[in-house]
């Protein structure tokens, strides 16, 4: 392998690793949503694989389309921009609409009291909530469509460092260098979420959360909501 590809690579594996750390959006999701919603380590790692998988592609086929066309890099890199503006608006909808949702679901769960008076006149009371006691169907499908949504928002979102590392060896006429530096990023990428994520699943699942259990959905929603806030405002 020539020495230039031999650096190109190294940089996109750096690249991959600290362009997932400094981006919330990147494992925040599922952290928050696996221990709200119960997932198993599984389940939140195959979630968390095919959102990285479909987030490296989409900016893989675009870079290779582009390169196809002879299109420019900074063209390409304005349709990233624009890509990731329509995912930074989808995460903030959907971290509002889940917070909503949450808030919802902690007021419906709330515990409250019971009066029963019997024959003989004695009156007693008791304590009860509404978790697990009913089955509602919209609850279901509410969950059901998460991954989904969490799947569309990471297809939009661009890997803006990406197509610059791909355009530099495909210019060189070089195909398979340009395969090996976009699979190195895209392990890079997809290793360190999964890392940071089933780190944090681990971590969580030694903290006690009995207390806080009824409002995992509403902090859940609203920490999606203010990752998706600082993406797009602050520029993380």
């Known amino acids: 392998m020539p020495r230039e590809i031999l650096i190109l690579t190294g ?7 600290f362009h997932t750390v400094i981006g919330p959006d ?3 999701p599922f952290i928050v949503l696996s221990k709200a919603r119960g997932w198993s380590g599984i389940k939140t790692v195959v979630i968390t694989f095919l959102c990285g998988l479909g987030h490296i592609l989409s900016s893989i086929i675009l870079g290779f389309i582009g390169i196809g066309l002879g299109t420019a890099v900074l063209k390409l890199e304005a349709i990233e921009s624009f890509r990731g503006e329509i995912a930074a608006w989808f995460l903030i ?10 808030i919802h679901r902690a007021i419906r769960n709330k515990s409250h ?23 509602h169907i919209h609850d279901s499908t509410f969950g059901n469509a998460t991954p989904w949504v969490l799947f569309i928002i990471f297809v939009f979102g661009p890997c803006e460092p990406l197509i610059p590392l791909v355009m530099y060896p495909a ?3 070089s195909m398979i260098s340009v395969a090996i530096v976009a699979s190195v990023f895209g392990l890079a990428t997809i290793g360190t979420m999964l890392g940071i994520v089933m780190a944090s699943y681990y971590g969580l699942s030694r903290v006690p ?3 806080f259990e009824r ?3 509403a902090m859940a929603g609203l920490a999606i ?12």
């Open 225 to 236: 909501l203010l990752c998706g806030s600082a993406i797009k405002f602050m520029g993380l």
């Open 93 to 102: 909808a959907f971290g509002f609409t889940y917070f909503i949702y949450g």
């Open 113 to 135: 009291e019971h009066h029963h008076l019997h024959e003989s006149g004695e009156v007693h009371s008791h304590f009860h909530q509404h978790t697990g006691e009913h089955t």
């Open 171 to 173: 210019a060189k006429g």
């Open 209 to 211: 959360f009995r207390k």
């Open 26 to 28: 990147h494992y925040l």
């Open 215 to 217: 409002y995992s959905h």
């Open 11 to 17: 940089t996109a594996a750096a690249i991959g690793f």
